[in-house]
């Protein structure tokens, strides 16, 4: 029987190699996939920080990604390329490290002559390795995100999942000479206390040593970390310091002025306090 020009038997040849062809095509791809993989994670080492940012978004862009959504692409690409995933889990956690030690830098030289960072760096790309780094739910990762403790929600979050592994590290960082560090370490350790993470820590050596440090805050020269201190004691929820938040609550001296455009006078910690005290009296509520 013929059709449109063709034999059955031609048919069946033709169906043949391209059902040969396909999965061949695709081997070829993935091999020359393979192969930019392996001159990508070569260009994270680069000494100049362009040259890193070049190769990342090269990474991203693999993974079928824009820039906009970085967990989607970086699991793609681990996906298809199972006997590239170790290597490439461990290149994207040392370019965060890369990546902290020139933010440093450049904090460094801020501190020292108030320049900031303008054209020096793309924060937008220090943003994005953190956001691949986090998609990893990677151990090894724990000090490249201490690293970038200070940059809010994607680093917090983590590290507060790693809890108990994180705890010590975490408390370490409540000694550090930066007040936006000693912060954010309070602030991951309230994270620890959600719900989420909760059942990691409530070992009571655990909470005791968390305890300790909310309190420790609370005695910091800077009134900022005193009042992540403060709203600590609360999130913890033990009433036996209910005595010292009631001192913060009546005498902290931490005071900011009205501002220009009319708000109120406001004593931070003092505020922090009342709230905590409202929120242990609502944990520790007897039923009805």
């Given at each position: 029987?013929?059709?449109a020009?063709?034999t ?5 040849v ?21 192969e ?10 680069a ?7 070049k ?17 989607s ?7 298809e390329?199972?006997?590239?995933a ?34 020096d ?5 220090y ?9 990893l ?17 994607m680093a ?7 809890a ?24 991951v350790?309230?994270r ?15 909470r ?24 600590g ?7 036996d ?15 900011l ?13 003092r ?6 005290l ?8 007897k039923?009805?």
């Amino acid at each position: 029987m013929q059709r449109a020009g063709l034999t059955i038997g031609a048919l069946s040849v033709a169906g043949t190699a391209l059902l040969l062809c396909a999965p061949v095509g695709r081997a070829e791809e993935k091999q020359t996939e393979a192969e930019e993989i392996e001159s990508i994670l070569q260009q994270f080492s680069a000494d100049q920080w362009e040259s890193r940012a070049k190769a990342f978004y090269r990474f991203v862009a693999l993974g079928r990604g824009d820039g906009s959504d970085i967990a989607s692409p970086v699991k793609r690409v681990l996906e298809e390329h199972p006997e590239q995933a170790e290597q490439i889990k461990v290149a994207l956690i040392r370019l965060l490290e890369r990546e902290n030690a020139r933010m440093e830098e450049l904090n460094l030289r801020y501190q020292k002559t108030g320049q900031k960072i303008g054209r020096d760096y793309d924060t937008d790309y220090y943003a994005n390795v953190i956001a691949a780094v986090v998609t990893l739910k990677d151990i090894r990762s724990m000090n490249a995100l201490l690293g970038a403790i200070t940059t809010g929600g994607m680093a917090m979050g983590t590290l507060a999942e790693f809890a108990p592994l994180s705890l010590d590290p975490v408390l370490a960082k409540g000694g550090d000479p930066d007040p936006l560090v000693r912060m954010s370490a309070l602030n991951v350790l309230e994270r620890m206390l959600e719900p989420t993470n909760y059942d990691k820590v409530k070992d009571a050596v655990y909470r005791s040593r968390i305890k300790e440090a909310f309190i420790r805050a609370t005695r910091d020269e800077n009134a900022v970390v005193r009042k992540v201190g403060t709203r600590g004691l609360g999130a913890l929820g033990d009433p036996d310091v209910i005595p010292l938040l009631r001192r913060l609550a009546e005498h902290d001296p931490a005071f900011l002025p009205r501002q220009a455009d009319g708000g109120k006078d406001l004593y931070i910690v003092r505020k922090a306090a009342k709230e905590a005290l409202v929120e242990l009296r609502r944990k520790t509520r007897k039923p009805d």
